[in-house]
């Protein structure tokens, strides 16, 4: 029987690197033009989902993300 917590592990590289799956919860019409939009790119759902989140993540985790229609009315 041990009598203390046992220590945390050291992340490797390779460990870091492991795909995790991670669940969220869309609306209907969000999550099926999300589905469509995978399909079109001919990719599963989850990894274009990875994607984004990793382009999100890297980009600074903005509070806001300009649309591309918002975009374009901007530059008119």
């Given at each position: 029987m041990s009598?203390?917590?046992?220590?945390?592990k050291v992340s490797s590289e390779e460990a870091m690197k492991k795909k995790r799956?991670?669940?969220?919860?869309?609306t209907r019409e969000d999550?099926?033009?999300f589905q469509e939009?995978?399909?079109?790119r001919d990719m599963a759902p989850h990894d274009l989902g990875g994607i984004?989140?990793?382009?999100?993540?890297n980009a600074g985790c903005p509070d806001h993300i300009v649309s591309a229609t918002q975009l374009a009315e901007t530059n008119c």
């Open positions: 009598n203390g917590i046992p220590p945390k799956r991670l669940y969220v919860e869309p999550h099926l033009r939009e995978a399909f079109n984004l989140i990793n382009l999100w993540i």
